[in-house]
């Protein structure tokens, strides 16, 4: 009978050490600034360019993508290091619009803000998780965009935490 009492607590261990909650770029708030690394960028175009088979990004962007002007000036902006910093909607629309994986977008790291994706299940996270749940909400929602070009759809997953609290200390951590 105790064996298999430890083999309960085991299992339990087991599965609470693999259920680790990744917060990735793409759920963060569309407004929310990125800071873009411009050599890894330009990798990854030039990457898009060789496939496509396109002798620069000016017809790459306006004759096989069949983006507007625009957006050819966003991705030279990015690529030469003229624009360091990239609101997380418009990486969104630039991973859909060269075809590119959110996750391996993220695996390249080609973000240098922070180190992604977050693992929210580490140790430390756990007393801020209770203290937010205790003190204010964590709220999780699905969010659908329609990118209009391509009429594709795509679902995100967004979570917000907010909490209302004059802890200092507690501030100076979470900053």
């Not at 261990?13 to 770029?25: M, T």
């Not at 898009?48 to 507007?68: I, P, Q, Y």
């Not at 937010?132 to 659908?144: A, C, F, H, P, Q």
């Not at 990118?147 to 501030?171: C, E, M, W």
Request: proline letters at 3%.
């Amino acid at each position: 009978m105790q064996d298999n009492c430890a083999s309960v607590t085991e299992q339990k261990r087991d599965l609470l050490a693999g259920s680790s909650d990744l917060y990735h770029w793409w759920e963060e708030p569309g407004s929310t600034h990125r800071r873009v690394s411009a050599p890894i960028f330009e990798f990854l175009l030039r990457e898009r360019l060789g496939k496509a088979g396109a002798s620069n990004l000016r017809e790459f962007v306006l004759n096989r993508l069949r983006l507007e002007r625009k957006d050819y000036l966003r991705y030279w902006r990015i690529a030469s290091g003229r624009q360091r910093f990239v609101e997380t909607a418009n990486l969104i629309r630039i991973c859909d619009q060269l075809g590119l994986d959110y996750s391996r977008f993220e695996k390249s790291a080609v973000l240098t803000d922070r180190m992604w994706p977050i693992d929210l299940g580490r140790p430390e996270l756990t007393m801020l998780k209770s203290h937010i749940l205790n003190e204010g909400t964590l709220n999780s929602r699905y969010v659908k965009s329609l990118y209009v070009p391509t009429g594709k759809i795509s679902v995100s997953r967004t979570t917000q935490a907010q909490f209302y609290n004059n802890d200092r200390l507690l501030h100076r951590h979470i900053r």
